[in-house]
T-cell receptor, first 111, second 110 residues
Framework: NAGVTQTPKFQVLKTGQSMTLQCAQDMNHEYMSWYRQDPGMGLRLIHYSVGAGITDQGEVPNGYNVSRSTTEDFPLRLLSAAPSQTSVYFC??????????FGSGTRLTVV | KNEVEQSPQNLTAQEGEFITINCSYSVGISALHWLQQHPGGGIVSLFMLSSGKKKHGRLIATINIQEKHSSLHITASHPRDSAVYIC????????????FGTGTRLQVML
């Protein structure tokens, strides 16, 4: 099993550009989440999904969109990148009551 | 005050030492997670526990629900244990929300 696959691993964007961070899991997990990790802070939840077709906002959703058209995929879209979105992004998935499996992360720099 | 507090923030140990990392939380939880993150690396789940104690190799995790406190112990520490250890709690009633501590950076020296 590949687990949780995130792409790309690194990305540099100019302010105002848009992009999509991809996340795919092959474990048939219902729950998927996106987090950002910033220095000196714990991971913070951006958006999450409890199943295909269902998404909800987390702690820091502004500037990001998500969709969950299939169980496997949970892409994160940056609509108009800002320097404040420079961060490391992690996707995670889990089954009900199970531990989370994390992707390897995407390091995003917005200049 | 953060909902999840870890101590210490940084820890340096000599190889072979017994290590304890602490996590206190202020909310009702359904589960507590201990995670490991190597420098520049991904995040790996070490333990998920809701009561008592779990052991995996040289790692032991305990939780006291009444005191809202958990500890992660590493016995016979080794340089490869050097990483950031993160405590996270799943709040009671939340569907998929983990609240994370800021992590404890551990360095084990030869």
């Amino acid at each position: 099993n590949a687990g949780v696959t995130q792409t790309p691993k690194f990305q540099v964007l100019k302010t105002g550009q848009s992009m999509t961070l991809q996340c795919a899991q092959d474990m048939n997990h219902e729950y998927m989440s996106w987090y950002r990790q910033d220095p000196g802070m714990g991971l913070r939840l951006i958006h999450y999904s409890v199943g295909a077709g269902i998404t909800d906002q987390g702690e820091v959703p502004n500037g990001y969109n998500v969709s969950r058209s299939t169980t496997e995929d949970f892409p994160l879209r940056l609509l108009s990148a800002a320097p404040s979105q420079t961060s490391v992004y992690f996707c995670a998935s889990r089954s009900a009551g199970g531990p989370s499996t994390f992707g390897s992360g995407t390091r995003l720099t917005v200049v | 005050k953060n909902e999840v507090e870890q101590s210490p923030q940084n820890l340096t140990a000599q190889e072979g030492e017994f290590i304890t990392i602490n996590c206190s939380y202020s909310v009702g939880i359904s589960a507590l997670h201990w995670l490991q993150q190597h420098p520049g690396g991904g995040i790996v789940s070490l333990f998920m526990l809701s009561s008592g104690k779990k052991k995996h190799g040289r790692l032991i995790a305990t939780i006291n629900i009444q005191e809202k406190h958990s500890s992660l112990h590493i016995t016979a520490s080794h340089p490869r244990d050097s990483a950031v250890y993160i405590c996270a709690v799943r709040n009671t009633g939340t569907a998929s929300k983990l609240t994370f501590g800021t992590g404890t950076r551990l360095q084990v020296m030869l």
